[in-house]
């Protein structure tokens, strides 16, 4: 799976600065492979969620199991057709005014739980926010998102998020969030650059059974 | 329906896809190790008599410069 940090774009920087070292462009080869388009939120989405996951896991072992997250997601279903509703969220957030902020707000701690806000994120299983970012669901995690970050213009992290265009620009921006890099353009250019390479590998896989 | 995909061999006997030929002040190639997606290399596409060369690049800027292109024609 693929993972991505600083070291990597080090390592992309060593081994693309070499005076001197010529290859003879003429000698690359063709090949024809299956076009397939739909792998690079299934593949590069696994692994960056993957790596964030990884993190925040040492930082919800109090989790409590009793949350139902699918309930939580139903709950702002509803609320979507009535923005005026108040429900009860759980044992400890007591009643909540939900709102599409709200749930801006967790899903944009899930990639960043040092914010005020890890006392809510907390109560939610980290697989359980894995399992409802999906492109599925896209439209709602970008608008979400996109008025949590109008809601804090201070927030540098979170203003990562706004204008989020597609599911890839989701992941993009996220990941800079998590490796607490959100004005890095080297790390989102590189990061982008592994979305094209993670397509063109699940490709070559196919036809070589090769790939990370 | 297929798609055509081009890769090289570098220096160090892996062959790498190529993603993408873009052209600012130089022509840069992009390219990824087909047994790692995020291994990534950048090279310089020149001409030496009239045979198409991949160059190291020069310099860390050379090498900022190529990434801003990427950055820029990507997004």
Redesign the interface.
């Known amino acids: 799976m ?3 940090n600083d070291d ?1 774009i080090n ?3 060593r ?21 397939k388009t739909f792998l690079i939120a299934s593949a590069l989405a696994t692994g960056i969620m993957a790596g964030g996951a990884n993190g925040l896991a040492n930082m919800i072992e109090n989790v409590k199991d009793n949350w139902d997250f699918n309930s939580y997601v139903q709950q702002f279903d509803d609320v979507i057709s009535d923005e005026n509703a108040i429900y009860r969220t759980g044992d400890q957030l007591q009643y909540h005014a939900y709102s599409e902020n709200f749930i801006g707000q967790e899903i944009a701690m899930s990639a960043n739980p040092e914010l005020e806000m890890y006392n809510v994120y907390s109560r939610i299983k980290n697989d359980e926010i894995e399992g409802y970012l999906k492109e599925e669901n896209l439209d709602r995690i970008i608008r979400s998102v996109s008025i949590y970050a109008n809601s804090d213009p201070e927030n540098e992290k979170i203003q990562c998020f706004a204008g989020c265009k597609s599911w890839d620009d989701f992941l993009i921006k996220q990941k800079c969030v998590i490796d607490g890099e959100p004005s890095s ?2 790390y ?3 990061i ?3 979305v ?3 397509l ?2 699940q ?2 896989e196919e036809k ?1 059974g ?3 | 329906m297929s798609k055509e995909l081009e890769y090289v061999e570098l220096e160090d006997k892996e062959n790498y896809v190529i993603l993408k030929i873009l052209e600012g002040t130089n022509k840069y190639v992009y390219l990824a190790n087909i047994k790692d997606a995020s291994d990534l290399v950048i090279r310089k596409l020149i001409v030496i008599d009239e045979q198409e060369i991949l160059a190291g690049l020069d310099t860390d800027q050379e090498f900022n410069e190529a990434m801003e292109l990427f950055k820029k024609n990507a997004i």
């Open positions: 693929t993972n991505i990597q390592r992309m920087r081994k693309s600065v070499k005076p001197g070292v010529h290859i003879v462009f003429s000698n690359r080869k063709k090949i024809v492979v299956r076009f353009e080297m989102e250019t590189y982008r650059m592994v094209d390479a993670a063109k590998e490709e070559l070589f090769v790939g990370a």
